[in-house]
């Protein structure tokens, strides 16, 4: 993708609350992802910018989180999830995505080697995938095809996978952890940053303040659990995982060593909470 089309990009409609990037068109009138009963309108009505005017007025930290590089945008914006970057043989992997790019980001990943893809948990973090993208040198974007009616734009970038795992890379798989999104992903970093690995699960699984304690929700914004048969479903993905790690969406969401054992008795406290 050349500059002139990066350009273009940064000038599309960006919604304010979420922070979507609506790739295809000059101007838009409602965000689907915030009329989605899982997000909201904002509260002074639905409200638009740029990506262009959000790098303006932010930054993107670096900051290491627990042995893995994460970007945030600094003042926070809209949802405030942070992106990571995994080292691989073949070039690092991007998971999650930002509603900005700076040329200072672009740069400073530059430095630390090329990326070589992006994956994205579900809809609310897509953001400015396609602007990214463009801005790495056009990697491809995976995401799982059980959400493909989310993306509302065509672009040889993106990659849809099915099924419940996808192989990124030897390290890396994409796995399936349908609840909060059907086709909601996590990304499990089978060999690092320690042993036992990690999982990278989106807002699937969410660490609590307690940061041993995880929820699973279907609307973390207006609080809406998931059904029994929902949680069901998705700890029967999350079952066959093996990671000690646990990194969360959000700044300082981590447990580190015996997550999974964490994770599991975060099912069972959820499911007693169901029984009353």
């Known amino acids: 993708m050349t500059e002139i089309n990066i350009l273009a990009l940064s000038r599309v409609p960006v919604c304010v609350t979420c922070g979507t990037q609506y790739p295809d068109v000059e101007q838009r009138d409602d965000c689907p992802v915030c009329r989605d009963e899982r997000q909201f309108v904002g509260w002074d009505g639905q409200r638009w910018t740029t990506s262009a005017e959000v790098a303006a007025g932010h930054e993107i930290r670096f900051?290491?989180?627990?042995?893995?590089?994460?970007?945030?945008?600094?003042?926070?914006?809209?949802?405030?999830?942070?992106?990571?970057?995994?080292?691989?043989?073949?070039?690092?992997?991007?998971?999650?995505?930002?509603?900005?790019?700076?040329?200072?980001?672009?740069?400073?990943?530059?430095?630390?080697?090329?990326?070589q893809a992006i994956a994205i948990s579900h809809p609310h973090f897509y953001s400015a995938m396609l602007e990214w993208s463009a801005a790495l040198g056009g990697v491809p974007i995976y995401l799982h095809e059980a959400d493909e009616a989310w993306v509302g734009f065509d672009s040889p970038f993106l990659r849809f996978w099915g099924g419940d795992r996808f192989a990124l890379t030897d390290a890396i798989d994409l796995v399936h952890l349908p609840g909060h999104f059907e086709g909601s992903s996590g990304l499990l970093w089978k060999a690092g940053?320690?042993?036992?690995?990690?999982?990278?699960?989106?807002?699937?699984?969410?660490?609590?303040?307690?940061?041993?304690?995880?929820?699973?929700?279907?609307?973390?914004?207006?609080?809406?659990?998931?059904?029994?048969?929902?949680?069901?479903?998705?700890?029967?993905?999350?079952?066959?995982?093996?990671?000690?790690?646990?990194?969360?969406s959000f700044d300082g969401k981590e447990m580190i060593g015996d997550a999974k054992a964490s994770v599991e008795a975060s099912f069972a406290r959820y499911e007693a909470a169901l029984e009353g």
Not at 79 to 99: D, H, K, N, T
């Open 63 to 115: 900051e290491d989180a627990a042995g893995v590089m994460t970007l945030q945008l600094s003042p926070r914006f809209a949802i405030g999830q942070r992106a990571f970057l995994i080292p691989q043989a073949e070039g690092m992997v991007m998971w999650e995505c930002l509603s900005a790019v700076t040329a200072a980001a672009v740069e400073r990943i530059a430095g630390m080697g090329h990326v």
């Open 193 to 248: 940053p320690r042993p036992g690995g990690s999982l990278f699960p989106g807002d699937a699984i969410q660490i609590g303040m307690n940061r041993r304690i995880a929820s699973f929700m279907w609307s973390y914004p207006n609080a809406i659990p998931l059904g029994r048969k929902s949680l069901a479903r998705l700890k029967a993905h999350v079952d066959p995982l093996a990671f000690s790690d646990l990194y969360g």
